[in-house]
């Protein structure tokens, strides 16, 4: 893992680009819809309308916003913006990867962009856990990195263009040549891998949904990137939320079932990978919630709740990488 010092300037050095990506493309993709298991249910309650069994209620909700317009006009404005911050996040990403490797830079402390590319195409760097637990997944980073360099460039200098309609980025090389054009989707998908690739390296650990994510991503990129298709290639889908309860204890302790949550809501669901557990403990001083990925949770644990197991942090688009508990997040 990463020290914490260089955790720390990478955090802060990118902190606005991350929470601009964040931002706008998850308000995006408020509008395409979601679902929900409600696992509370006394066992042998039918709800009507789910035609789904005994004890499971399920809920599915689409989006009716009238401003869902206006937020996709403005994702569309912000666009190629986004595309220049995932680029940035992924170069100071590499700095560091590079100077864990032993690489420096000609010029101590002041690295150019040609002197990194030149790098990234030899894959060279060390980042974990993404470069070590995932080489393949590294090297087409480093490859879309290089192979991004004059789009980058052209785009920073106001030498590229947009096509209004469609929102692709075309890029122009230095003898004003254009480049290959990025699409809308490609420059998304781009961005969504810098945020969640810096998820990954933030708390030390490529969970299974972070790594499927990527490599969904990456296999959409393979026109610029040049690598073949990765193993993992499963489109990853909208997560299913499940609303579970936590079990109180004799000794006033709570357990918490994650492996019955996610057979059950993997029985109602059965297309699904990915499924957000929020799991509800009642007290006498109200509700509280805690938030995990069910599909990478161990199946069990019994813990005091002002002292949760703490294996990770928030990630992307409101999943979490393990337990997570906070009353705002309810």
């Known amino acids: 893992m990463i020290n914490p010092s260089e955790l720390q ?10 929470f601009a990506i964040e931002s706008t493309i998850a308000a995006s993709n408020d509008a395409l819809g979601s679902a929900s298991v409600d696992l509370r249910s006394t066992p042998g309650q039918i709800h009507v309308g789910t035609g789904l069994g005994v004890g499971v209620k399920v809920a599915l909700a689409v989006s009716d916003d009238m401003s869902a317009g206006a937020v996709a006009s403005t994702v569309a404005k912000l666009r190629p913006l986004l595309f220049g911050a995932a680029f940035k996040v992924i170069d100071l990403t590499l700095e560091v990867a590079l100077a864990r490797a032993g690489h420096g830079s000609r010029q101590p402390g002041r690295w150019t ?53 469609t929102g692709q980025l075309v890029g122009k090389d230095r003898a004003g040549n254009s480049l290959v054009p990025v699409s809308a989707a490609d420059q998304e998908q781009f961005a969504r891998i810098a945020v969640e690739m810096f998820a990954a390296v933030s708390v030390g650990v490529l969970t299974a949904r972070n790594r499927r994510r ?24 909208t997560a ?15 357990k918490i079932d994650a492996q019955t949550a996610f057979d059950r809501a993997r029985g109602v669901f059965q ?27 161990p199946s069990s644990a019994e813990f005091d709740l002002d002292d949760p197991p703490d294996l990770n942090r928030p990630g992307f688009d409101g999943d979490f990488f393990g337990w997570c508990s906070h009353a705002a997040l309810a």
């Not at 959409?220 to 290639?233: I, Y």
């Open 9 to 18: 300037e990478l955090d802060e050095s990118t902190a606005f680009e991350r």
């Open 113 to 165: 962009i040609a002197e990194k590319v030149g790098l990234a195409r030899l894959y060279a760097g060390d980042l974990p856990p993404v470069s070590d637990t995932f080489q393949d997944g590294w090297q087409r980073l480093c490859s879309l990195y290089a192979g991004w360099e004059e789009v980058r460039h052209s785009l920073v200098h106001r030498a590229a263009a947009v096509d209004v309609a």
């Open 214 to 237: 990527l490599a969904c991503r990456l296999n959409r990129l393979m026109t610029h990137h040049g690598h073949g298709v990765l193993a993992d290639e499963a489109a990853p889908g």
């Open 240 to 254: 299913i939320h499940v609303l579970a309860s936590l079990e109180r204890l004799p000794n006033d302790s709570w």
């Open 271 to 297: 297309e699904a990978t990915e499924f957000n557990g929020k799991f509800v403990a009642s007290t006498s001083m109200g509700d509280r919630v805690f938030h995990c990925m069910l599909e990478d949770a």
